[in-house]
């Protein structure tokens, strides 16, 4: 079945530091890749579309220079917190559906998400 | 996207069939309805999604009324490790189908 690979699954850094966290589509292809953000205790909150080849959607209130994101191929999408801070620590998800889906069923897979800690 | 309603929490019995309803009053004619359920900790997993007829697959079986206003999700025989947050979600099938979570239901399957 389809897979989504996100890395790293956990990672702690200083405060200040830049994070990249990678969302691969193992077995398909994906022209749109979504980012989305959970805070404890929380549903999921999208944070915005990753289009390849050209530049990403942003959601309402989510800093586009903060969350940096590239998607420079068909099966990559990454999401770069710059310059992360404490109330940036979150548990990360990526989520892709397969580009060919949109003329059949196929539904999105999500990634086992990435647990960001910031000291 | 079209607002779901769930109830904030559920318990059922190891062993008995989960029957978690969700509302959909304001779905349009090119939705389909997701089921996706998260277990601690990790993504999302999909399970099930339906447009009008009802769908059942090895994971669980999707029941939608026929006016489209409400669904449920049912897991037949419901085991320990069915305990997680399930997620009722309408979205188009066509485009990039942009998924919304709603706060969802969490289910705990009881011994």
């Known amino acids: 079945g389809a897979v989504v690979s996100q890395h790293p699954s956990w990672v702690i850094c200083k405060s200040g530091t830049s994070v990249k966290i990678e969302c691969r589509s193992l077995d398909f292809q994906a022209t749109t890749m979504f980012w989305y953000r959970q805070f404890p205790k929380q549903s999921l909150m999208l944070m915005a579309t990753s289009n390849e080849g050209s530049k990403a959607t942003y959601e309402q209130g989510v800093e586009k220079d903060k969350f940096l994101i590239n998607h420079a191929s068909l099966t990559l999408s990454t999401l770069t917190v710059t310059s992360a801070h404490p109330e940036d620590s979150s548990f990360y998800i990526c989520s892709a559906r397969d580009h060919r889906a949109q003329y059949s069923n196929q539904p999105q897979h999500f990634g086992d998400g990435t647990r960001l800690s910031i000291l | 996207d079209a607002k779901t309603t769930q109830p904030p929490s559920m318990d059922c019995a190891e062993g008995r069939a989960a029957n978690l309803p969700c509302n959909h009053s304001?779905?349009?004619?090119?939705?389909?309805v997701y089921w996706y359920r998260q277990i601690h900790s990790q993504g999302p997993q999909y399970i099930i999604h339906?447009?009008?007829n009802n769908e059942t697959n090895e994971m669980a079986s999707l029941i939608i009324t026929e006016d489209r206003k409400s669904s449920t999700l049912i897991l037949p025989h419901a085991t320990l490790r069915d305990t997680a947050v399930y997620y009722c979600?309408?979205?188009?099938?066509?485009?990039?189908?942009?998924?919304?979570f709603g706060q969802g239901t969490r289910l705990t399957i009881n011994p």
């Open positions: 304001t779905i349009s004619g090119n939705e389909y």
């Open positions: 339906g447009l009008k």
């Open positions: 979600i309408v979205s188009p099938r066509q485009g990039a189908q942009k998924l919304v």
